[in-house]
Protein backbone atom coordinates (compact mmCIF):
# COMPACT_ATOMS: atom_id res chain seq x y z
CA UNK A 1 0.00 0.00 0.00
CA UNK A 2 1.35 3.18 -0.87
CA UNK A 3 0.35 7.17 0.16
CA UNK A 4 -0.90 9.62 -2.08
CA UNK A 5 -2.06 12.93 -2.23
CA UNK A 6 -5.66 14.16 -3.80
CA UNK A 7 -7.90 16.99 -5.43
CA UNK A 8 -11.30 16.77 -5.78
CA UNK A 9 -12.46 17.88 -9.01
CA UNK A 10 -15.22 20.61 -9.17
CA UNK A 11 -16.10 21.90 -12.64
CA UNK A 12 -13.94 19.38 -14.72
CA UNK A 13 -10.86 20.16 -12.87
CA UNK A 14 -9.04 19.64 -10.06
CA UNK A 15 -9.29 22.50 -7.25
CA UNK A 16 -8.28 23.34 -3.92
CA UNK A 17 -5.91 21.63 -1.38
CA UNK A 18 -4.24 17.98 -1.53
CA UNK A 19 -5.50 15.80 0.57
CA UNK A 20 -3.60 12.75 1.69
CA UNK A 21 -4.83 9.23 1.23
CA UNK A 22 -3.66 5.40 1.55
CA UNK A 23 -3.76 3.60 -1.90
CA UNK A 24 -3.97 -0.58 -2.76
CA UNK A 25 -3.46 -0.01 -6.36
CA UNK A 26 -0.49 1.59 -8.36
CA UNK A 27 -1.46 4.62 -9.61
CA UNK A 28 0.16 7.72 -11.47
CA UNK A 29 0.09 11.74 -11.17
CA UNK A 30 -2.91 12.36 -13.69
CA UNK A 31 -5.28 9.45 -12.62
CA UNK A 32 -8.73 9.90 -11.96
CA UNK A 33 -9.68 7.99 -9.04
CA UNK A 34 -12.79 7.36 -6.77
CA UNK A 35 -12.23 8.82 -3.00
CA UNK A 36 -13.77 6.82 -0.16
CA UNK A 37 -15.99 9.79 0.17
CA UNK A 38 -17.79 8.15 -3.33
CA UNK A 39 -16.32 11.63 -4.89
CA UNK A 40 -14.04 12.31 -8.12
CA UNK A 41 -10.32 13.29 -7.81
CA UNK A 42 -7.44 13.61 -9.30
CA UNK A 43 -3.86 12.18 -7.88
CA UNK A 44 -1.75 15.00 -7.83
CA UNK A 45 1.17 13.71 -5.83
CA UNK A 46 2.74 9.76 -5.82
CA UNK A 47 5.39 8.05 -3.19
CA UNK A 48 4.48 10.35 -0.33
CA UNK A 49 6.22 9.22 3.03
CA UNK A 50 4.52 7.48 5.00
CA UNK A 51 4.70 9.93 8.30
CA UNK A 52 2.52 12.56 6.39
CA UNK A 53 -1.12 9.88 6.37
CA UNK A 54 -0.06 8.49 10.31
CA UNK A 55 -0.37 11.60 11.48
CA UNK A 56 -4.33 11.45 11.03
CA UNK A 57 -4.89 8.02 12.83
CA UNK A 58 -8.02 6.48 12.51
CA UNK A 59 -9.28 9.07 10.27
CA UNK A 60 -6.81 7.81 7.28
CA UNK A 61 -8.82 7.05 4.47
CA UNK A 62 -7.93 4.71 1.12
CA UNK A 63 -9.24 5.35 -2.19
CA UNK A 64 -11.85 3.64 -3.50
CA UNK A 65 -10.11 2.53 -6.85
CA UNK A 66 -9.61 4.42 -10.83
CA UNK A 67 -12.62 6.11 -11.47
CA UNK A 68 -15.55 4.82 -13.14
CA UNK A 69 -18.85 7.18 -14.78
CA UNK A 70 -22.14 5.50 -13.97
CA UNK A 71 -22.46 5.37 -17.80
CA UNK A 72 -19.50 3.06 -18.08
CA UNK A 73 -21.00 0.76 -14.79
CA UNK A 74 -24.44 0.72 -16.38
CA UNK A 75 -22.77 -1.06 -19.36
CA UNK A 76 -24.11 -4.74 -19.58
CA UNK A 77 -23.27 -8.02 -22.00
CA UNK A 78 -25.52 -8.12 -24.52
CA UNK A 79 -26.10 -11.27 -26.13
CA UNK A 80 -26.44 -11.70 -29.70
CA UNK A 81 -28.95 -14.39 -31.04
CA UNK A 82 -27.83 -16.31 -34.11
CA UNK A 83 -30.74 -16.03 -36.70
CA UNK A 84 -30.95 -16.76 -40.02
CA UNK A 85 -32.37 -13.45 -41.11
CA UNK A 86 -29.84 -11.01 -41.39
CA UNK A 87 -32.41 -8.04 -41.24
CA UNK A 88 -33.64 -9.51 -37.65
CA UNK A 89 -29.61 -8.65 -36.19
CA UNK A 90 -29.59 -5.44 -34.09
CA UNK A 91 -27.27 -2.64 -35.63
CA UNK A 92 -24.84 -1.10 -33.14
CA UNK A 93 -27.00 1.82 -32.84
CA UNK A 94 -29.95 -0.23 -31.42
CA UNK A 95 -28.03 -1.91 -29.02
CA UNK A 96 -28.81 -0.90 -25.25
CA UNK A 97 -24.83 0.05 -25.19
CA UNK A 98 -26.45 3.06 -26.93
CA UNK A 99 -24.13 2.71 -30.17
CA UNK A 100 -20.45 2.91 -30.24
CA UNK A 101 -20.61 6.00 -27.82
CA UNK A 102 -19.92 3.65 -24.61
CA UNK A 103 -17.89 1.18 -26.94
CA UNK A 104 -14.29 3.50 -26.26
CA UNK A 105 -14.24 6.03 -24.24
CA UNK A 106 -11.10 7.30 -23.08
CA UNK A 107 -10.96 7.33 -19.10
CA UNK A 108 -8.10 9.58 -18.54
CA UNK A 109 -5.93 12.02 -20.60
CA UNK A 110 -2.84 11.40 -19.99
CA UNK A 111 -1.07 13.65 -17.61
CA UNK A 112 2.33 14.75 -18.27
CA UNK A 113 4.17 16.88 -15.27
CA UNK A 114 7.44 19.11 -16.47
CA UNK A 115 9.02 22.26 -15.42
CA UNK A 116 10.79 22.56 -18.62
CA UNK A 117 10.25 26.61 -18.27
CA UNK A 118 12.71 26.46 -15.35
CA UNK A 119 15.42 25.01 -18.01
CA UNK A 120 14.64 26.97 -20.99
CA UNK A 121 16.49 30.06 -19.53
CA UNK A 122 19.43 28.44 -18.86
CA UNK A 123 19.70 26.74 -22.32
CA UNK A 124 19.47 29.52 -24.08
CA UNK A 125 21.95 31.11 -21.85
CA UNK A 126 24.50 28.56 -22.63
CA UNK A 127 23.57 28.19 -26.51
CA UNK A 128 23.73 32.45 -26.83
CA UNK A 129 27.19 32.42 -24.46
CA UNK A 130 28.58 29.65 -26.90
CA UNK A 131 27.76 31.35 -30.50
CA UNK A 132 28.98 34.74 -29.70
CA UNK A 133 32.47 33.06 -29.33
CA UNK A 134 34.32 33.87 -32.41
CA UNK A 135 36.50 30.34 -33.27
CA UNK A 136 39.90 31.27 -33.75
CA UNK A 137 42.98 28.70 -33.67
CA UNK A 138 42.94 29.72 -29.95
CA UNK A 139 39.52 29.26 -29.14
CA UNK A 140 38.50 26.58 -31.51
CA UNK A 141 39.11 23.64 -28.80
CA UNK A 142 37.13 25.49 -25.99
CA UNK A 143 34.23 25.58 -28.33
CA UNK A 144 34.51 21.72 -29.29
CA UNK A 145 34.19 20.80 -25.43
CA UNK A 146 30.91 23.48 -25.00
CA UNK A 147 29.60 21.75 -27.99
CA UNK A 148 29.93 18.73 -26.49
CA UNK A 149 28.38 19.54 -23.42
CA UNK A 150 25.70 21.22 -25.21
CA UNK A 151 25.26 18.21 -27.37
CA UNK A 152 25.16 15.73 -24.03
CA UNK A 153 22.34 17.61 -22.35
CA UNK A 154 20.09 17.27 -25.50
CA UNK A 155 20.86 13.76 -25.43
CA UNK A 156 19.87 13.44 -21.89
CA UNK A 157 17.01 15.51 -22.24
CA UNK A 158 15.64 13.45 -25.71
CA UNK A 159 16.25 10.70 -23.81
CA UNK A 160 13.85 11.80 -21.30
CA UNK A 161 11.35 12.64 -23.89
CA UNK A 162 11.34 9.52 -25.65
CA UNK A 163 11.05 7.60 -22.64
CA UNK A 164 7.75 10.31 -22.19
CA UNK A 165 6.45 8.85 -25.10
CA UNK A 166 6.56 5.46 -25.13
CA UNK A 167 4.65 5.59 -21.79
CA UNK A 168 2.47 7.73 -23.24
CA UNK A 169 1.89 5.62 -26.54
CA UNK A 170 2.19 2.41 -24.50
CA UNK A 171 -2.02 2.17 -23.27
CA UNK A 172 -2.70 3.13 -26.90
CA UNK A 173 -0.45 0.22 -28.60
CA UNK A 174 -2.53 -2.05 -25.96
CA UNK A 175 -5.91 -0.56 -26.83
CA UNK A 176 -5.19 -0.86 -30.93
CA UNK A 177 -3.86 -4.88 -30.90
CA UNK A 178 -7.22 -5.38 -28.82
CA UNK A 179 -9.23 -3.24 -31.32
CA UNK A 180 -7.84 -4.88 -34.14
CA UNK A 181 -8.68 -7.91 -32.91
CA UNK A 182 -12.28 -6.93 -32.11
CA UNK A 183 -13.08 -4.83 -34.73
CA UNK A 184 -10.48 -4.20 -37.75
CA UNK A 185 -9.85 -8.30 -38.16
CA UNK A 186 -13.60 -8.95 -38.49
CA UNK A 187 -14.56 -5.96 -40.63
CA UNK A 188 -11.82 -5.21 -43.24
CA UNK A 189 -12.14 -8.98 -44.72
CA UNK A 190 -15.95 -9.05 -44.69
CA UNK A 191 -15.51 -5.31 -46.64
CA UNK A 192 -13.17 -6.97 -49.00
CA UNK A 193 -15.20 -10.07 -49.82
CA UNK A 194 -18.50 -7.67 -49.76
CA UNK A 195 -16.35 -5.62 -52.43
CA UNK A 196 -15.43 -8.88 -54.64
CA UNK A 197 -19.00 -9.67 -54.74
CA UNK A 198 -19.98 -6.75 -55.53
CA UNK A 199 -17.18 -6.31 -58.23
CA UNK A 200 -18.21 -9.60 -59.71
CA UNK A 201 -21.76 -8.80 -60.77
CA UNK A 202 -21.28 -5.18 -61.38
CA UNK A 203 -18.52 -6.11 -64.31
CA UNK A 204 -20.77 -9.02 -65.42
CA UNK A 205 -23.38 -6.26 -66.11
CA UNK A 206 -20.92 -3.62 -67.66
CA UNK A 207 -19.24 -6.84 -69.79
CA UNK A 208 -23.11 -7.52 -70.98
CA UNK A 209 -23.76 -3.29 -71.49
CA UNK A 210 -20.19 -3.46 -73.98
CA UNK A 211 -21.25 -6.67 -75.63
CA UNK A 212 -24.34 -4.84 -76.60
CA UNK A 213 -22.59 -1.55 -77.47
CA UNK A 214 -20.20 -3.34 -79.55
CA UNK A 215 -22.79 -5.04 -81.59
CA UNK A 216 -24.99 -1.69 -82.02
CA UNK A 217 -21.39 -0.79 -83.66
CA UNK A 218 -21.22 -3.24 -85.78
CA UNK A 219 -24.26 -2.94 -87.42
CA UNK A 220 -23.87 1.03 -87.73
CA UNK A 221 -20.30 0.25 -89.54
CA UNK A 222 -21.48 -2.28 -91.88
CA UNK A 223 -24.65 -0.01 -92.61
CA UNK A 224 -21.80 2.86 -93.60
CA UNK A 225 -19.78 0.90 -95.38
CA UNK A 226 -16.69 1.08 -93.47
CA UNK A 227 -14.43 -1.53 -92.57
CA UNK A 228 -11.20 -0.05 -91.12
CA UNK A 229 -12.34 0.63 -87.88
CA UNK A 230 -13.26 -1.18 -84.47
CA UNK A 231 -15.19 -0.40 -81.18
CA UNK A 232 -11.77 0.22 -79.52
CA UNK A 233 -11.39 2.90 -81.61
CA UNK A 234 -14.59 4.91 -80.06
CA UNK A 235 -12.53 5.10 -76.43
CA UNK A 236 -16.00 4.65 -75.25
CA UNK A 237 -16.16 3.46 -71.35
CA UNK A 238 -19.30 1.59 -70.46
CA UNK A 239 -20.28 2.14 -67.32
CA UNK A 240 -22.81 0.98 -64.93
CA UNK A 241 -24.03 4.07 -64.80
CA UNK A 242 -24.20 5.34 -68.78
CA UNK A 243 -27.37 4.84 -70.06
CA UNK A 244 -27.74 2.48 -73.40
CA UNK A 245 -28.86 5.08 -75.02
CA UNK A 246 -26.33 7.98 -74.76
CA UNK A 247 -23.85 4.90 -75.43
CA UNK A 248 -25.43 4.40 -78.97
CA UNK A 249 -25.73 8.40 -79.43
CA UNK A 250 -21.50 8.31 -78.59
CA UNK A 251 -21.28 5.21 -81.71
CA UNK A 252 -23.22 6.85 -84.04
CA UNK A 253 -21.86 10.33 -84.13
CA UNK A 254 -18.31 8.38 -83.83
CA UNK A 255 -18.85 6.94 -87.46
CA UNK A 256 -20.79 9.94 -88.47
CA UNK A 257 -17.98 11.84 -88.47
CA UNK A 258 -15.75 8.80 -90.02
CA UNK A 259 -18.12 9.36 -92.78
CA UNK A 260 -17.98 13.04 -92.94
CA UNK A 261 -13.85 12.86 -92.87
CA UNK A 262 -13.73 9.79 -95.77
CA UNK A 263 -16.28 12.86 -97.57
CA UNK A 264 -13.66 15.71 -97.59
CA UNK A 265 -11.08 13.25 -98.45
CA UNK A 266 -12.89 12.27 -101.51
CA UNK A 267 -12.38 16.19 -102.82
CA UNK A 268 -8.94 16.10 -102.69
CA UNK A 269 -6.17 15.56 -105.12
CA UNK A 270 -4.22 12.86 -103.52
CA UNK A 271 -7.15 11.04 -101.75
CA UNK A 272 -6.02 7.95 -102.09
CA UNK A 273 -2.51 8.29 -100.60
CA UNK A 274 -4.42 10.30 -98.05
CA UNK A 275 -7.11 7.81 -96.83
CA UNK A 276 -4.14 5.48 -96.61
CA UNK A 277 -2.65 7.60 -94.09
CA UNK A 278 -6.23 8.59 -92.47
CA UNK A 279 -6.97 5.02 -91.54
CA UNK A 280 -3.92 5.06 -89.49
CA UNK A 281 -4.88 8.00 -87.47
CA UNK A 282 -8.71 9.26 -87.81
CA UNK A 283 -7.65 12.76 -88.13
CA UNK A 284 -8.48 14.07 -91.59
CA UNK A 285 -6.73 17.40 -91.33
CA UNK A 286 -3.35 15.88 -90.40
CA UNK A 287 -3.50 13.32 -92.93
CA UNK A 288 -4.28 15.84 -95.84
CA UNK A 289 -1.52 18.00 -94.62
CA UNK A 290 0.97 15.33 -94.45
CA UNK A 291 0.64 13.81 -97.95
CA UNK A 292 0.04 17.55 -99.81
CA UNK A 293 3.29 18.70 -97.68
CA UNK A 294 4.91 14.89 -98.94
CA UNK A 295 3.98 16.16 -102.72
CA UNK A 296 5.26 19.83 -102.30
CA UNK A 297 8.72 18.26 -100.94
CA UNK A 298 8.76 15.52 -104.09
CA UNK A 299 7.63 18.49 -106.60
CA UNK A 300 10.62 20.71 -104.88
CA UNK A 301 13.59 18.27 -105.11
CA UNK A 302 11.81 17.51 -109.03
CA UNK A 303 12.48 20.94 -109.88
CA UNK A 304 15.84 21.27 -108.19
CA UNK A 305 17.48 18.32 -110.04
CA UNK A 306 15.82 19.68 -113.22
CA UNK A 307 17.51 22.56 -112.95
CA UNK A 308 21.00 20.71 -112.15
CA UNK A 309 20.69 18.85 -115.27
CA UNK A 310 20.05 21.77 -117.28
CA UNK A 311 22.98 23.72 -116.12
CA UNK A 312 24.96 20.76 -116.64
CA UNK A 313 23.99 20.57 -120.52
CA UNK A 314 24.29 23.90 -120.93
CA UNK A 315 28.52 23.94 -119.45
CA UNK A 316 28.79 21.25 -122.00
CA UNK A 317 27.43 23.09 -124.92
CA UNK A 318 29.39 25.75 -123.96
CA UNK A 319 32.67 24.17 -123.91
CA UNK A 320 31.61 21.94 -127.02
CA UNK A 321 31.72 25.47 -128.74
CA UNK A 322 34.99 26.48 -127.40
CA UNK A 323 36.28 23.30 -128.96
CA UNK A 324 34.77 24.05 -132.20
CA UNK A 325 36.47 27.15 -132.48
CA UNK A 326 39.81 26.38 -131.33
CA UNK A 327 39.96 23.26 -133.50
CA UNK A 328 38.64 25.43 -136.47
CA UNK A 329 41.92 28.36 -135.70
CA UNK A 330 44.42 25.54 -135.18
CA UNK A 331 43.10 23.97 -139.19
CA UNK A 332 43.15 27.73 -140.73
CA UNK A 333 47.25 28.28 -139.49
CA UNK A 334 48.16 24.57 -140.67
CA UNK A 335 46.78 25.66 -144.28
CA UNK A 336 48.45 28.73 -144.47
CA UNK A 337 51.52 28.46 -146.98
CA UNK A 338 55.06 29.65 -146.65
CA UNK A 339 56.34 32.72 -149.81
CA UNK A 340 58.77 32.01 -152.07
CA UNK A 341 60.80 34.38 -151.70
CA UNK A 342 61.46 34.91 -148.05
CA UNK A 343 62.02 38.57 -146.98
CA UNK A 344 62.27 39.95 -143.41
CA UNK A 345 58.97 40.63 -142.53
CA UNK A 346 57.17 41.63 -139.41
CA UNK A 347 56.29 38.63 -136.97
CA UNK A 348 52.79 37.80 -138.03
CA UNK A 349 50.28 38.25 -135.11
CA UNK A 350 48.13 35.27 -133.93
CA UNK A 351 44.70 35.64 -135.50
CA UNK A 352 41.96 37.48 -133.41
CA UNK A 353 38.87 34.74 -132.46
CA UNK A 354 35.93 35.80 -130.73
CA UNK A 355 33.76 33.69 -128.55
CA UNK A 356 30.68 34.33 -126.72
CA UNK A 357 30.16 32.40 -123.64
CA UNK A 358 28.36 32.75 -120.05
CA UNK A 359 29.71 31.98 -117.05
CA UNK A 360 28.02 30.92 -113.59
CA UNK A 361 29.70 31.12 -110.72
CA UNK A 362 30.31 32.50 -106.71
CA UNK A 363 31.31 36.15 -106.75
CA UNK A 364 34.77 35.41 -105.28
CA UNK A 365 35.56 32.96 -108.53
CA UNK A 366 34.29 35.68 -110.86
CA UNK A 367 36.73 37.80 -109.17
CA UNK A 368 39.38 35.80 -109.83
CA UNK A 369 38.61 34.97 -114.09
CA UNK A 370 38.35 38.92 -114.20
CA UNK A 371 41.61 39.25 -112.53
CA UNK A 372 42.98 36.65 -115.15
CA UNK A 373 41.49 37.85 -117.95
CA UNK A 374 43.20 40.98 -117.18
CA UNK A 375 46.63 40.20 -116.80
CA UNK A 376 46.58 37.59 -119.72
CA UNK A 377 46.00 40.59 -121.49
CA UNK A 378 42.85 39.36 -122.74
CA UNK A 379 40.32 41.54 -125.01
CA UNK A 380 36.77 40.99 -123.40
CA UNK A 381 33.49 42.49 -122.58
Not at 185 to 206: S, T
Not at 234 to 257: E, P, Q, R
Request: net charge negative; charged share 35%; glycine share 4%.
Amino acid sequence: MSVIKCKFIREGKPQGRKYTYYSNIEVAVGDIVELSEGKKGCVVEIDVPVEEILEFGDNAKTITGLWVDEEDKAIEVVEVEIVEDIRSIPLLNELPIKGTESLIVVKQLPVIEQQLMLIKSHIEKNVSYALSMECTDSTVKEIKTMRAELSKDFKKLEEKRKEVKQKVLSPYDAFEEVYKDCVTNIFKPADDKLKARINEVENGLKSQKRVDIASYFEEYKQSKNIDFISFDNTGINVTLTASKKSLKAKVKTFIDKICDDIALIETQEYKAEILVEYKKTLNAAQSITKVVDRHKAIEAEKKKREEKKSLEAEKAETAKKVDEVVEETEKKEVEIKAPEIITPIAPIQEPIIEVTFKVRSSREKLKKLKAFLIEGGYDYE
